[in-house]
């Protein structure tokens, strides 16, 4: 019998490593993505190295892209400063990366197609996030059409499925579905602005989020903050 295979988009953040759980749970032959784009918190990638390795990826590799050339968002440009608040503010914020998600995903799709694996993982949320547009339910749903018409896997019927486990889930359902499958959430690193060490700013809104997941879970905090 052949196993099946998934490429597991891994930020090295709470949210993937959560995913790439459930994937390995799933029974999914695991093959996880990093991306390097330019982004300021570089110390996810090392993050994600130490989570592909612990929950068990047959293969982790991180590729590059220069979303810095783009600009536009305070986690790809240093002159734009990452907001520090502690509420909800409107509209979309500066820490949207323009077209992100985008990106991400097509490089996911081209190294599945060379693997011979049709399901994708990507850790998007609609509940707990931050009004990004990329995380929606109609951003996913179109992007699995495009898959399947723009790829010669995808015409000659072999059906891509972007899986978005995470969608409809709260944080702190996230994190107890992470710690019920054996996630070490200390090894991940989701502060916009983390240190070289990994050690988050405990200001910004990932950080907000993340704190607030494991309150409201029930489960002890293990974010190294500075």
């Known amino acids: 019998m052949s196993t099946k295979k998934a490429v ?20 999914y ?11 300021r918190h570089v110390a996810e990638l090392v993050a994600a190295q130490r989570v592909a390795a612990t929950l068990g990826a047959v293969r982790h590799q991180t590729m590059q892209v220069n979303l810095d050339a783009v ?15 502690d509420h909800d503010m409107p509209g979309i914020p500066v820490t949207y ?28 949320n609609a509940v707990d996030y931050s009004g990004y547009p990329d995380c929606r339910p109609e951003f996913i749903r179109a992007f699995e059409a495009l898959a399947n018409v723009a790829t010669s ?23 107890r579905e992470g710690t019920k499958l054996g996630v070490d959430y200390g090894i991940t690193v989701s502060c ?12 910004c809104d990932s950080c907000r989020l993340r704190r607030e ?3 409201a879970a029930g489960v002890p905090d293990p974010t190294p903050y500075r």
Not at 8 to 27: F, I, K, N, P
């Open 97 to 124: 990366v323009p077209a992100r998600n985008t990106l991400f995903l097509s490089l996911t799709l081209g190294w599945a197609e060379v693997l011979g694996a049709q399901d994708l993982f990507i850790g998007v």
């Open 213 to 215: 997941g494991f309150a």
């Open 192 to 203: 916009y602005q983390a240190d070289d060490d990994g050690r988050a700013c405990g200001r």
């Open 29 to 39: 032959e695991c093959y996880a993505l990093s991306v390097s784009y330019g982004q």
């Open 71 to 85: 600009g536009g968002s305070a986690l790809t440009d240093r002159n734009i400063a990452v907001p520090e608040v």
């Open 8 to 27: 597991v988009l891994l930020s090295g953040g709470l949210d993937s490593a959560t995913v790439l759980a459930m994937a390995r749970a799933q029974g």
């Open 153 to 175: 896997a995808g015409v000659e019927g072999q059906r891509f499925t972007v899986h978005a486990p995470l969608l409809t889930m709260s944080k702190a359902d996230i994190i």
